[in-house]
């Protein structure tokens, strides 16, 4: 029995698709899908379609392109609405989300813990000011598309919705994380900013996590955190806790030839994590 990983799967994208249409079943295996699978609901739907029936159980948590609003529904609702949409899509699948109770992987032991937190612009430098972060990107054209693809509702900005969603999630871990258990901790952006090394978009950091979730990994006890978002697959290490980043990415950053399975990272095995 084994815990895969993959994210950013970009399924708007058609050879994504069929990457993910031909990869081949694992019935006694779980997959957890860290983000960034794609903008539709529809899409969406499909992918936890596709899933469900090649592994024996799914996770998911939200990249910040499933808060995209992007079809006629823009004008009808905010980012917040289509989260609570697609946890209910997930829920009619079995797949695990963020707002479901935590489930252990039975080899280990450990927790898996579906997280939803998004960013607050803190990954900038020192000399940088929030209020000037946006336009220091712009200087040379790092802006995320999320600043006019995303929309925040009644939280009014991304900084004041990751600060509630921070602030949930801690005060979940507080009350339901039993004494001396492991955890292996899922989000889509990673949890420290020494994580993230994207020189072909250098001032893209604002837009890739927040340092409220700096500590996570051992305050909540993590035997592995597992995050995508930057297209940069690598392992890293800290404090002695696994970090696994495990994008896919769009068609130009993957090789089609060698089939998705090539690319799902190992999170556990059956021994050890």
Same mark, same amino acid.
């Given at each position: ?104 992987? !039975?080899? &280990?032991?450990?927790?898996? %813990?579906?997280? =939803?937190? +998004?960013?607050?612009?803190?990954? /900038?430098?020192?000399? *940088? ?49 039993? !004494?001396? &258990?492991?955890?292996?901790? %899922?989000?889509? =952006?990673? +949890?420290?900013?020494?994580?993230? /090394?994207?020189?072909? *978009? ?27 978002h930057l297209h940069v697959r690598h392992t890293d290490w800290r404090d002695g806790v696994r970090f696994e980043e495990v994008s896919l990415g769009y068609a130009r950053q993957w090789d089609p030839s060698k089939g998705l399975q090539h690319y799902l990272r190992l999170v556990c095995g059956a021994d050890d994590c």
């Open positions: 029995m084994k815990l895969w990983a993959i994210s950013d799967l970009h399924l708007g994208v058609e050879s994504n698709r069929q990457g993910l249409r031909a990869l081949p079943a694992h019935p006694a295996d779980w997959l957890i899908l860290a983000g960034d699978i794609c903008e539709s609901t529809e899409l969406l739907i499909e992918a936890f379609t596709l899933c469900t029936q090649k592994f024996a159980k799914v996770f998911w948590v939200p990249g910040n392109h499933e808060l995209w609003l992007v079809d006629r529904r823009r004008d009808l609702m905010t980012s917040p609405m289509k989260y609570t949409e697609l946890v209910q899509a997930a829920r009619r699948f079995g797949v695990v989300t963020p707002e479901d109770p935590w489930v252990v992987f !039975p080899p &280990t032991g450990a927790v898996i %813990v579906p997280l =939803f937190t +998004l960013y607050d612009y803190s990954f /900038r430098p020192d000399h *940088v000011s929030r209020e000037d972060v946006v336009e220091w990107a712009a200087e040379i054209d790092n802006v995320c598309t999320d600043e006019v693809a995303i929309k925040p509702g009644a939280m009014k900005t991304m900084d004041q919705w990751n600060a509630t969603l921070c602030d949930a999630a801690e005060a979940r871990f507080e009350r339901e994380l039993a !004494p001396q &258990t492991r955890t292996i901790l %899922v989000s889509h =952006f990673p +949890l420290r900013e020494d994580l993230v /090394r994207i020189p072909r *978009v250098p001032r893209f950091t604002p837009w890739c996590g927040t340092r409220r979730t700096h500590d996570w990994h051992i305050r909540f006890r993590a035997d592995v955190a597992v995050s995508g």
